[in-house]
């Protein structure tokens, strides 16, 4: 349905439909991830499907802070590169088996608890303004120690490692009667096929978990809290205590996402796990879908994803598509594709003030 | 047997480098609705405030039942059995009525008896119950906001000026409520509204620039008109 039919609609039904809308594309991008494998057959699809699944994850667990409870935190791909590092410096020193990624994402899970304890009980008292100073400021303390501690971390360069051996190419997954890999609708059943399950998995219990923090008693909470601090104060709700835990399980969410993404790269650096660049893009994920409806996230990961990885390839095509127009081959040239991705977002912003699941779910409200 | 249910003993407050409460003292005795009123700026907003850890007091003592709450945590002191309504209500607006409510129980579960009662002192909230508090309307909200204060059993109940821009059958829906609610429940009232006041209060205390001015039995004050005047420069024909 279309934004003009949508708005010719009695208000209650609006917000209804909008919800339906979002409902719906989040369930027909949840059949595209579970069936990416069948449906995109190419390395770099399957790449983009893996990333798409894990920044969900990274994204909605960064929802649960700065959507449902208001804490803007620079810390999000700190915590995301705990658990990379953690299950990369395991596979390189233990070899690659299961016992490394549960001692390495065990440990990464571990350290993200202590730092987001100490950070919450240390900063969440202070002025939001503050703990996102505080939160940068660990992020980049993190960078650092990657970055100086290269005999553990690889430095600059980052840890490149292999996987269980169930992940490697020449796994059989499935097999014929002559032993050979078996096909699916044309896709081989070896250890490719394996790794993307194995991150599609995780990150849908991830999410799902994230789904049912949301929804529970907690949820309620944390909107509360979101909305006036002081007047759940006075209903009873230790403020300080609900924000620090709310961090706490972001963290490790986060943490966890890192370690099944390191698994899935076989390789983890700062560019990959830690950068500032990142934070900013699962920021900007969860302002375009909408901050605080959860699915919101899956929707702003799938648009930025595919603008990041496709955009470039469609502005070629229609730079030579366009090549007899004076001036819009050279507007459209693929060097420019950061400059359309800017417009892009301002244009998003711009219609869909509350993100794209936010507007929509919201359409009929007058608050 | 104690039978004051809360009592602040030369209670001093600061809103930054302002001194409002200067050393207020009185007793609310268990059961009823019990008034502080005063003109506008005299320190009743803060009085409760204060007393719910919202503002800190830089001296004097605030006692709960047996409880010393002065330097208390404002979750704690909730937790202790004193609910608070704030003037602008205090409900959360993303919320639904449920929800809201559901805030305000200890375990997340109603008591069916009690919700009974809500709803028969107020329909609109059954009706409401499904719908964002954002959408109800004024009276609405404050009908939300005492319900929620109530969902449970409250020791003492601080609610802020409760008619501040109701219209008057609202405002009978509210007298009748709270004589209901003050049945098993201490009510400490601030409110501007002499009429309002007097058809609930039994015991009044006035307040202006700080300090406790006078205090007593509310039909006393009720029929002394120049002890109004002179208390609240407003007489009780003005509100008539």
Redesign the interface.
């Known amino acids: 349905m279309t934004d003009t039919a949508i708005s010719s609609a009695p208000p209650a039904d609006r917000g209804r439909t909008g919800r339906m809308i979002v409902y719906a594309v989040v369930f027909a991008i949840g059949l595209a991830l579970a069936f990416a494998p069948f449906l995109f057959q190419d390395v770099r699809s399957s790449q983009v499907a893996a990333r798409i699944c894990v920044f969900i994850v990274l994204a909605a667990s960064y929802d649960l802070l700065i959507g449902y409870t208001g804490i803007v935190s620079f810390a999000h791909t700190m915590f995301f590169g705990l658990g990379a590092y953690g299950a990369a410096i395991a596979l390189k020193g233990m070899g690659p088996g299961w016992s490394a990624v549960l001692v390495g994402g065990g440990a990464g899970v571990i350290v993200a608890i202590v730092l987001a304890v100490l950070i919450g009980v240390l900063s969440l008292r202070v002025k939001a303004i503050f703990f996102a100073m505080v939160t940068l400021a660990a992020a980049s303390v993190m960078m650092v120690l990657a970055s100086q501690f290269s005999q553990f971390t690889g430095g600059e360069d980052g840890i490149v490692y292999k996987a269980p051996d169930l992940f490697k190419p020449a796994a059989k997954l499935l097999t014929d009667g002559d032993g050979k890999v078996l096909k699916l609708f044309g896709v081989s059943m070896n250890g490719k096929i394996a790794a993307y399950y194995f991150v599609f998995l995780c990150c849908f219990v991830l999410f799902l978990a994230l789904i049912r923090i949301v929804r529970s008693?907690l949820g309620?909470?944390l909107?509360?809290i979101r909305?006036?601090e002081?007047?759940?104060?006075?209903?009873?709700?230790?403020?300080v205590a609900y924000r620090t835990s709310v961090f706490v399980i972001a963290a490790v969410i986060a943490s966890l996402a890192g370690t099944v993404w390191a698994v899935w790269l076989k390789y983890t650096g700062p560019e990959t796990t830690l950068s500032f660049a990142i934070m900013i893009d699962i920021l900007l994920m969860v302002v375009i879908g909408g901050m605080g409806t959860m699915v919101g996230a899956v929707i702003g990961v799938v648009l930025m994803s595919l603008a990041q990885f496709y955009l470039k390839d469609l502005m070629e095509a229609a730079s030579s598509a366009t090549a007899n127009i004076p001036l819009v081959p050279n507007l459209l040239d693929p060097d420019r594709w950061l400059l359309w991705l800017g417009i892009l977002f301002i244009l998003l912003v711009y219609f869909f003030p509350a993100g794209i699941a936010g507007t929509l779910m919201k359409k009929g409200?007058?608050? | 047997m104690n039978d004051h249910v809360l009592r602040l003993d030369d209670v001093h407050t600061d809103i930054g480098e302002y001194q409002v409460l200067h050393g207020i003292s009185f007793n609310v005795p268990e059961g009823g609705v019990h008034v502080l009123l005063g003109r506008n700026g005299a320190g009743k907003t803060t009085t409760l405030r204060t007393i719910m850890g919202l503002w800190r007091a830089r001296s004097g003592a605030i006692v709960f039942k047996h409880h010393d709450i002065t330097a208390m945590h404002t979750s704690d002191i909730a937790r202790l059995g004193i609910a608070y309504v704030p003037e602008n209500m205090g409900i959360f607006g993303g919320l639904t009525v449920q929800e809201n409510m559901r805030l305000a129980t200890a375990d997340g579960s109603f008591n069916d008896d009690r919700l009974g009662q809500i709803f028969e002192l107020f329909p609109a909230m059954e009706k409401f119950w499904p719908k964002p508090a954002w959408s109800l309307s004024g009276g609405q909200k404050q009908m939300l906001a005492i319900s929620r204060a109530i969902v449970e059993k409250r020791e003492l109940i601080l609610i802020d000026e409760p008619t501040k821009g109701l219209a008057p059958s609202i405002i009978r829906a509210m007298i009748a409520a709270f004589q209901e609610i003050s049945r098993d429940t201490t009510i400490l009232l601030v409110e501007q509204n002499f009429l309002f006041a007097s058809s609930l209060g039994r015991n009044v205390c006035v307040i202006d620039d700080g300090r406790i001015v006078h205090h007593g039995g509310m039909g006393e004050l009720a029929e002394d008109k120049a002890l109004q005047t002179r208390l609240l420069s407003l007489s009780l024909d003005a509100h008539q």
């Open positions: 008693p309620t909470v909107e509360a909305e006036n002081m007047r759940a104060e006075a209903i009873g709700y230790r403020v409200s007058h608050r």
